[in-house]
Nanobody, 127 residues
Framework: QVQLVESGGGLVQAGGSLRLSCAAS????????MGWFRQAPGKEREFVAS????????NYADSVKGRFTISRDNAKNTVYLQMNSLKPDDTAVYHC????????????????????WGQGTRVTVSS
């Protein structure tokens, strides 16, 4: 089992940046591929980005491509989401998630690919 704790959310103006972190504890972090999802008020949870177990293969939702970067540091048991050029539409609770199966980018865009989830960190982007 793995426990995930997100941090780094907050209030930022449009055009600004934030870096989210997700610290993992429990089983070997490098055994998991990782993803970030977000859920805005009144909307369903949506995929943001994923990264494979080694950190050399990533995938992004079209809505964040070119603005967000996912990365991981297996030595620190942490996955990051660097968010630049933030827009009010990026306002949501951001959750990290961990999956054990073989990483495939299409599969990793689905919430069903993940066994473990963090509680989330809130990001609010003001216009």
């Amino acid at each position: 089992q793995v426990q995930l704790v997100e941090s780094g959310g907050g209030l930022v103006q449009a055009g600004g940046s934030l870096r989210l972190s997700c610290a993992a504890s429990g089983r070997t972090f490098s055994s998991y591929f990782m993803g970030w999802f977000r859920q805005a008020p009144g909307k369903e949870r949506e995929f943001v980005a994923s990264v494979n177990k080694r950190g050399d293969n990533t995938n992004y939702a079209d809505s964040v491509k070119g603005r967000f970067t996912i990365s991981r540091d297996n030595a620190k048991n942490t996955v990051y989401l660097q968010m630049n050029s933030l827009k009010p539409d990026d306002t949501a609770v951001y959750h990290c998630a961990a999956g054990l199966s073989l990483y495939r980018s299409a599969w990793a865009s689905s919430p069903g690919a993940y066994e473990y989830w963090g509680q989330g960190t809130r990001v609010t982007v003001s216009s």
